[in-house]
Structure formats: C-alpha cells, structure tokens
C-alpha cells in the first residue's frame, strides 16, 4: 500500500475551480466526475465502474406522446429491456439514470423536460427517442414545438423513426452502453451541451423562455436575481435565507 | 360448489403456461419477422427513379429534395436526391405516390446515431444503402421484383457484377 498514492480529498467542501461561471454553482452545478477527474487516478475501478452502470440503467418513468407506447412495448415480455439491466423504470428522477425523451416537446412540456433532467443525479444519459423530439419531426416548423430536445437537454443518443420501433430503442440502448463503455468513468463526455439561448426561438418577454432561462446556468431567478452565493437561494426565498442565517 | 374449484383452475392455468416457450425476441440475435407493408426505412434506388419527384410533393414534412436537369433525349438526371431522415415520420406516403417504386419501404431499422446531422442521407449515402440492402436480400426489391445484379454508383454509373 506504500506505493499507491491515492489522496482522499473530501468532495462536498470544494470549492470551485477559477472559471466556474456563476454564484451557487458549487452547490447546484456540481460536477462531480470532474472532481473525480481531478483528484483520483481510476484505472481498474474505471472498467468495473463502468461495466456496473452500463449494465443497470435504471430509465425514468415519463412519455410524453406515442413513442412512450413504444417505449412501453420494449418493456413487455416480447423484447424485454430487462435482458440490458434496464428494465427498472423508476417514477422518482432522483433514482434514475437514463432519460428517454419519447415524444413530442412542446415549448410548454420543456421546462419540465428541463427539470426532470436537473433533478436527475449524475451521472445521467439521455436517448432522444423518434422523429419529433431528435428535430421536431413533422411539427419541426410549427409555432408550439422544440425544434430538438437536444436544445434542453445534453443527448447522448439519437433513435430515428415514427415512432421508433422496440428494436430501434434496443438498438439505441445498445449504442449507448457502448458510448459509456468507451468514454469510461473518467473520461471526457462527448455530448454537446446545450447553450441556453432561446433569443431566436421565443420572443423578449415570452414567459416560458424567462422560465427555461432561468433552469440553465447561473441558475438565476424567474425576475433574473442571483442566487446567494453559499446556498444557492433566490432573494424571495425566506426559508433559505433563515437556514442560511442559522448556518 | 365445492371449496376450492376456482384454486385449481388458476393453478391450472399457471401450470398450462409453465410449459410455454417464451415469447421474448432476443433481439441482437435474432429479429422478429418484419410484415411486408410495415413502414420501416425508405429505400430510394437510383436505377429507377426517373427524376419526376412525385415523392418530394406527395411528403407532408417536405424532407425529400430532389433536383434534376434534362438530358439530351429530354429523361432527366437527377443530380440531388436528398431524404431529412431527422425529419421523415415513416408514413410511406412518397413511396405510394412513385409511379416506378423507386422508393420503397422495407430497410433497416437500427440506424441509431450519436450526431442527428448523420440522419441526413443525400444521393452518395442512399445509393450505398440501396446497393447494401440488395446485396443483403439477395438482390430482390423490397415489393418483391428481381433486380439486376450491378453495382450502382452515385453519379449513375453502373458496374454489373
């Protein structure tokens, strides 16, 4: 054990790196496998870590049109995603690991498309399953779609088809426990992250996009306030502030 | 009536389907027969396709593009056949609408990707998806007529095998 030079650095008082963009963002942005990346040396652990998630991905249980029946019929017995550990569709997002966008966002369902995805706990996937969430499909040029989920969300995965067939969400399930295999624990996630402006889509003043802005980073307010730096609260929010007082 | 009747036929019913075979498709190995007019991908074969673009106008989504110039016996050269796969709801209309059955449905259905913008198939691309499928069905269309065994270039030029 002389040899090995693992340091343990506590996780939950670091501070974060220079270049962090925003207040709050060690507390609500956190990125925890960049702290591991930073700290620890994982080359064994990696491929059984890795092996571990890929082989239980527990999906989040929403559908949002009719590639959620699809997405149903991939669950049933006749093609059965629990043969890929990833039968346990859990209702809570806190316990889930993949989501599958399964239909239609309209600009309505988006900030909660973006919510769930926030209060998912890292590490987390996404499968953007048909036509409609990957581009909007044949409303791609309406008035009340997302042109792309991936304008929200960061998406791993993208499954073509109308709506898709079991196979198809098989196929993209495969694909993606090959992109963890092959981008590992610590490695770097080779997904585009979306980039939160909405200044070309919606108009100034347009209550849903004051409402999705407000859900990427700095995090701020629906009246565009800061958070407190320490605990992440908005001005208005009384029981953080007493909390925050007590600390 | 006797007391427990309607214990054994559950049991029974348990114990008829305890010797069932499962019915679950593994997938990666083996596939579950496709129906023939089940709207899978689209097969666009550039050696019937007459340039006409029935398909572009008869597409709701508009996400077939395709551009031609007339030759010198007055048949057109299609320089650009492009399908918006992002886009495509898999509705098969186009395919009705061709009078040849130069696009057909019937093609794969595992072309997942990790970048959307691969889902945009221009001519290049769908040649070699067309070539590909008919190399893999023994060189039979999708509707069930023979093709002739060539292999097709882009730009039109045949290569008989």
């Known amino acids: 054990m002389a040899d090995t030079q693992i340091i343990p650095v506590p996780l939950l008082n670091v501070e974060p790196p220079a270049g962090t963009p925003g207040p709050g963002s060690a507390l609500l942005g956190t990125d925890i496998e960049a702290d591991l990346r930073q700290q620890l040396l994982l080359t064994k652990v990696d491929s059984v870590l890795t092996w571990a998630r890929r082989s239980s991905l527990w999906p989040a249980m929403f559908g949002l049109a009719c590639c959620a029946i699809e997405m149903i019929a991939t669950a049933n017995a006749r093609y059965d995603i629990a043969r890929f550990g990833a039968e346990v569709f859990r209702a809570s997002p806190r316990q889930a690991d993949l989501m599958i966008v399964a239909g239609t966002v309209t600009w309505k369902m988006a900030p909660a498309v973006r919510r769930i995805y926030l209060q998912m706990a890292d590490p987390k996937w996404v499968i953007s399953m048909g036509s409609c969430s990957n581009i909007g499909g044949p409303f791609a040029h309406g008035y009340s779609t997302l042109p792309g989920v991936n304008n929200v969300v960061p998406v791993d995965v993208y499954v073509p088809g109308c709506p898709p067939r079991p196979e198809s969400l098989l196929s993209g399930l495969m694909l993606l426990q090959d992109v963890m295999k092959e981008e590992g624990v610590s490695g770097a996630r080779g997904r585009p992250e979306p980039d939160g402006d909405f200044s070309t889509m919606l108009p100034e003043g347009d209550p849903i996009r004051r409402e999705l802005e407000s859900l990427f980073p700095p995090y701020l307010s629906l009246n565009g306030e800061p958070r407190d730096p320490k605990t992440g609260a908005l001005p208005h929010d009384t029981n953080y502030q007493s909390l925050s007082g007590a600390l | ?161």
């Open chain 2, 1 to 161: 009536m006797a007391y427990g009747v309607g214990l054994a036929k559950g049991l029974m019913t348990t114990l008829k389907h305890l010797g069932r075979p499962p019915v679950t498709f593994e997938f990666p190995e083996t596939e579950r027969p496709i129906p023939p007019r089940a709207r899978t991908n689209l097969v666009w074969f550039v050696e019937r396709c007459t340039g006409c673009s029935t398909c572009a106008q008869a597409c709701p989504d508009g996400c077939i593009l395709v551009q031609t110039q007339p030759r010198e016996d007055g048949s057109y050269l299609v320089e650009r056949y492009e399908i918006d796969f992002r886009l495509c709801m898999y509705c098969g209309l186009c395919a009705e609408a061709c009078p040849y059955e130069a696009i057909q449905v019937g093609g794969s259905y595992t072309n997942v990707v990790r970048d959307p913008n691969e889902l945009y198939h221009d001519k290049p691309k769908l040649t070699a998806f067309a070539n590909n499928y008919l190399e893999q069905h023994d060189w039979i269309y999708p509707n069930g007529q023979p093709a002739v065994r060539q292999e097709i270039h882009a730009d039109g030029e045949r290569q008989h095998l």
